[in-house]
């Protein structure tokens, strides 16, 4: 998928942004940290920095912990990588950052992504961008470890709802095996993730539901949140994540949104 030009590329810088898109989800947080250490890992004297714009919800402590986002930047990078978004708009604020590096790396596995990059490593047939990094860390063989399979597990594992989404291919199982490979609780992360609703997200859930819309003979769903709702039952937006899979689940939608109030 990418020969040996990751590895030339990574090699050949020495200062390196990674970026993200708008109010990062776990695909987009994990993806970014693992290949952090991926790079730190396998490449001597690489300095390397995340960024992401918009609020990090406390569900992503967990894979936060040990890692710093959004540092003081340089005054100029070498490479720019650009993990799960389909174009640059989706990076926000950091736009204008990634214009004034001389190279960016496209990573990404959405069908609407707009190929911006030097080199663009899009594959819409993966059912996250935690595992194309994965992939590509098995292909240029390089050394992965406890943290970094822990953190592309999680971003694989709510990318597909629990294994659930129909975004699953054999690669999707073979990329998994390699992880589990590694010493990490995946059935610890599964609970963390799915099985934890509070009484006010199970609500939240109840609200949505309520606003369930049909169109196009059922072709079409729409579900929305109020932004008072937020306040009301004293819920965040992290706790909408898995809301709109209750509508993609209903038998003859094929396109299902939630609109959530800002």
Request: hydrophobic share 40%; net charge negative; aromatic share 8%.
């Amino acid at each position: 998928m990418t020969n040996n030009r990751f590895n030339e590329i990574i090699e050949s810088s020495k200062k390196i942004a990674i970026f993200s898109h708008l109010n990062p989800d776990a695909d987009a947080l994990c993806s970014s940290c693992a290949l952090k250490n991926i790079i730190r890992n396998n490449f001597d004297e690489k300095f390397v920095d995340i960024f992401v714009d918009g609020e990090i919800g406390e569900l992503y402590d967990p894979i936060l912990r040990n890692e710093v986002v959004n540092p003081k930047p340089y005054a100029s990078y070498d490479l720019a990588v650009v993990l799960d978004c389909p174009n640059l708009s989706r990076t926000g604020k950091y736009q204008e950052i990634i214009k004034n590096i001389p190279y960016i790396i496209n990573i990404d596995h959405h069908e609407t992504n707009n190929k911006f990059g030097n080199l663009n490593i899009v594959s819409v047939k993966a059912s996250s961008t935690c595992e194309i990094v994965c992939i590509i860390a098995l292909a240029q063989k390089l050394e992965m470890n406890n943290i970094i399979a822990k953190e592309l597990y999680q971003g694989i594992i709510t990318d597909t709802n629990c294994l659930t989404s129909l975004s699953l291919t054999a690669k999707t199982y073979q990329v998994l095996s390699e992880l589990m490979k590694f010493k990490f609780d995946a059935n610890l992360i599964k609970e963390y993730y799915f099985k934890n609703n509070s009484k006010e997200k199970t609500m939240l859930l109840s609200k949505a539901l309520q606003s369930l819309r049909f169109y196009h003979n059922e072709k079409l769903t729409t579900m929305k949140i109020p932004n008072e709702i937020f306040t009301k039952l004293g819920v965040t937006f992290e706790d909408t994540m898995g809301l709109i899979d209750n509508a993609t689940n209903i038998d003859n939608t094929i396109v299902s949104a939630i609109l959530i109030e800002k």
